[in-house]
């Protein structure tokens, strides 16, 4: 199950296998079903989650109870509500299981004890952090330019799978478009 | 003018006098007349900007020639076309000073050097970026939530002083709303 950690390090930066070992100690798996929580509104949020099988949801629930998909979270993906993690405040956002979902998961403590052992690591982080910021941003951008057509695309173009794994209405509050706009877009 | 750097950097990490030569190094200086660019779109793009003094403004222009403000950057940001800095690709976006602007400024290799001479450097910018993406996050929330009086509450709030030296037409863009609405809302 670390192996697949190990690759996905492996991809940004090459380890010894002491270096591993290392990193190793700072992760705790865990397992959950289909429809669990990892992560509820309002309670602390104590980690930072690598999936290594399964598919979470990030939702924010506006003032009026709506639910948004602020992000989906598939194999190979770091996700958790990080203001709430990097802040150690309540969360605001919810992270539930579309799948039964496996796990590798680190307290902020444990995050900041490996960055601190480990050059290499902090610059995997620092990579993935600059990468993420990114995505944001171009998300920001095609958001602003508001065409839902080529947000669909994009989406579907570089997460093909997720249209198997995933019910529409999900896939339509992700792009911030209502689920009849989603059907014009996919018929 | 680099102290205003070292005052940045010391929010974050404390530096020795050594430490911050280390870090000097690495950064030049340069100043911009209002209306000038410090990136243009199809350009490659060399630096990452830190603003000593002034404003500037990041724009997308989209396939309509309209152009969107993804951000504004004054004293004590950092700024740039960051997919392009990062990737070493030519600039989709541009940006302008809005006033006379000083900065200091790096290039890539220069901020690679810089991480990996300099763990507490590498910390430094990890949280920069951890915090960058948070920002962008609350921002995609806040267009998911369609509120724009909350938008337009929140930016007054964080940054007061930017009404003062932004023309409106611009607030609206970087909102998302038309001149009309930004109107409604701050009447």
């Known amino acids: 199950m670390k192996e697949k950690l190990r690759t996905h390090i492996e991809k940004i930066t090459a380890l010894t296998d002491d270096e591993f070992e290392f990193v190793c100690k700072h992760f705790s798996s865990k397992k959950f079903k289909k429809h669990q929580f990892l992560i509820q509104k309002g309670d602390p949020v104590k980690h930072s989650f690598f999936v290594i099988s399964g598919l979470l949801k990030l939702v924010y629930t506006d003032n009026e109870s709506k ?5 989906f979270a598939m194999e190979d993906w770091w996700e958790s509500d990080y203001y709430a993690y990097f ?5 605001t956002m919810s992270l539930e299981c579309l799948e039964d979902t496996e796990v590798l998961c680190f ?3 444990d995050y ?3 960055c601190a052992g480990s050059q290499k690591m902090q610059s995997f982080f620092l990579e993935k952090a600059n990468f993420g910021f990114l995505g944001s941003q171009r998300r920001i951008i095609s958001w602003m330019t508001s065409n839902s057509k080529a947000r669909y695309e994009n989406l579907l173009k570089q997460y093909p799978s997720l249209f198997q794994r995933v019910p ?3 896939i339509a509050s992700y792009l911030g478009v209502s ?8 018929s």
Chains 1, 2 share one sequence.
């Not at 639910?67 to 992000?71: A, I």
């Not at 689920?179 to 996919?186: A, D, I, K, Y």
């Open 67 to 71: 639910e948004h998909v602020v992000s």
């Open 87 to 91: 802040t150690q405040t309540e969360a």
């Open 107 to 109: 307290t902020l403590e």
């Open 112 to 114: 900041k004890n490996l």
């Open 168 to 170: 529409k209405s999900l």
């Open 179 to 186: 689920r009849e706009t989603l059907s014009r877009l996919t």
